[in-house]
């Protein structure tokens, strides 16, 4: 089976930065994602990283180490519409297929 | 231009009845998903498809049928709603298996109520 940890909840003031931590435990690991939600609505794609190092798309970046089945999430400069939850997901190889395993998401609160 | 689109929105509907939810994506996307979203907000892989051939069949009761008619289209029916369904439904879509292209693209969502 697949374990993802990433926190409940966490608060930050607009402008700062914020990590999401995750921690996973996988076989036939091959890549993590990280997705946005606001409340009520899809999930949206943020990024994907399938090697060890850093990604980075602007505002955010994603960090990976498969060695330690670690990832964060880095949001900087916050603004007050990043105020949703983050859900980091982790996608295995499996005999019929890669399946996609989601944590129970991050849910950020950004204030002013 | 909707990428991926699920019918209805929102389903109340009361125990015991049989409902279906509708999924249509116009991406050209070769692979689609069912996944239900608790209360707790934990969203859990019920099916997938790959060229109309189901490929991921998770623990889900026989009480949901996925349907597949094409590539662009994925139902989902329930036969005998219980209070346990209710929950948010996402369809979801993919390029193909493996890769960045593995990349899903999440329909609105269907939050079914079941009384």
């Known amino acids: 089976g697949q374990n993802i940890d990433q926190p409940t909840e966490m608060t930050a003031t607009e402008g700062a930065i914020v990590q999401i931590n995750c921690t996973y435990q996988?076989?036939?690991?091959?890549?993590l994602f990280w997705y946005q939600q606001h409340a009520g609505e899809a999930p949206t794609f943020l990024s994907y990283?399938?090697?060890?190092g850093l990604e980075e798309k602007g505002r955010f970046s994603s960090f990976l180490s498969r060695s330690k089945g670690y990832s964060y999430l880095l949001l900087k400069e916050l603004q007050m519409k990043d105020s949703a939850s983050y859900l980091c997901?982790?996608?295995?190889?499996?005999?019929?297929?890669?399946?996609?395993?989601f944590g129970g998401g991050t849910r950020v609160l950004v204030k002013p | 231009d909707t990428a991926v689109s699920q019918t209805p929105k929102y389903l109340v509907t009361q125990m015991g009845n049989d409902k279906s939810i509708k999924c249509e994506q116009n991406?050209?996307?070769?692979?689609m998903y069912w996944y239900k979203q608790d209360s707790k907000k934990f969203l859990k892989i019920m099916f997938s498809?790959?060229?109309?051939?189901?490929?991921i069949n998770e623990t889900v009761p026989n009480r949901f049928s996925p349907k597949s008619p094409d590539k662009a289209h994925l139902n989902l029916h329930i036969n005998s709603l219980e209070l346990g369904d209710s929950a948010v439904y996402f369809c979801?879509?993919?390029?193909?298996?493996?890769?960045?292209?593995?990349?899903?693209?999440f329909g609105p969502g269907t939050r079914l109520t079941v009384l």
């Open positions: 991406l050209g996307h070769d692979t």
């Open positions: 997901a982790v996608r295995a190889f499996k005999a019929a297929g890669n399946k996609l395993t």
């Open positions: 498809y790959n060229n109309k051939e189901l490929i």
């Open positions: 990283n399938v090697l060890d």
């Open positions: 996988t076989s036939g690991f091959n890549g």
């Open positions: 979801a879509s993919s390029q193909a298996q493996g890769g960045f292209t593995d990349t899903q693209y």
